[in-house]
């Protein structure tokens, strides 16, 4: 387990070495290096015992971020998307025998937050569709009626949460638009966190609190749009 992730470091080295000449070459290795240390802390949870799921997580993390700062250092999009692709991974790596949600959606939140900070650095905004994607698919076995009311309604919480994420730094991202950039990316994330917010409240709301949860978030919404035209 040692040697697995010392090798992975020293990948990630490699690559921090290699991507000032080749930037492709050097995302590979960045890539290769998180994989590496992710699979070997893997192992570490499934064959020994070894870290506690939320310390593996966090390892696994630390890798993830480094790639993001590669990334954001050498301006490679497509490296970002490579780290937010792992990251969303990482907890199915953490070999627990049943699925922890609270860490799970804690963890998706820091990796959101960390994303969206990434998006106002670099104007990468197909991230933030990318993290829409992520969230609703890790929310999804939530939406069924199999798991207990008690999660359910911490799952809406979260869900809540992440689509005011979503919005408030969809607008903040509408405000500083120039002319057409970005602007496709902007109205496909709107429609996503629209449709995630309908799904979740007609899916885990209360019947009788529904009517209620729709106009509340029309009226933010609403008010997220005049902002948005009155800035602008």
Same mark, same amino acid.
């Given at each position: ?8 470091v020293v ?17 590979? #290795? $960045? !890539? ?13 949870? /499934?064959?020994?015992?070894? #870290?506690?799921p939320t ?10 971020? #480094? ?12 490296? $970002?998307?490579? $780290? ?19 860490? %799970? ?17 670099? /104007? ?33 919480? #979260? $869900? ?7 919005f408030i ?8 638009? %120039? ?24 899916? !885990?709301?209360?019947? /009788? ?24």
């Amino acid at each position: 387990i040692v040697l697995g992730l010392l090798l992975g470091v020293v990948i990630l080295c490699i690559a921090t070495w290699r991507i000032r000449t080749h930037a492709h070459q050097g995302g590979v #290795f $960045a !890539v290769l290096g998180s994989a590496t240390i992710v699979l070997t802390l893997y192992a570490a949870r /499934e064959a020994y015992n070894m #870290f506690t799921p939320t310390t593996a997580l966090a390892l696994m993390l630390f890798s993830v971020v #480094f790639v993001a700062f590669l990334a954001v250092q050498h301006n490679s999009q497509n490296l $970002a998307l490579s $780290a937010l692709v792992i990251g969303a991974l990482a907890p199915q790596f953490t070999a627990v025998p049943a699925p922890d949600m609270i860490m %799970n959606f804690s963890y998706l939140a820091i990796m959101v937050l960390g994303t969206l900070w990434v998006v106002k650095l670099k /104007e990468w905004d197909a991230l933030t569709f990318g993290a829409l994607i992520i969230v609703s698919l890790y929310g999804a076995p939530y939406l069924s009626p199999w798991y207990n009311p008690g999660e359910r309604d911490v799952a809406l919480l #979260f $869900a809540f949460f992440f689509t005011a994420v979503f919005f408030i730094a969809n607008i903040l991202g509408l405000i500083r638009e %120039n002319g057409a950039k970005n602007h496709l990316a902007h109205t496909v994330t709107a429609l996503g966190t629209g449709l995630y917010l309908i799904t979740w409240i007609h899916t !885990v709301g209360a019947p /009788e609190w529904q009517s209620m949860l729709y106009i509340m978030w029309m009226l933010v919404f609403t008010i997220g749009s005049f902002l948005v035209n009155r800035v602008r």
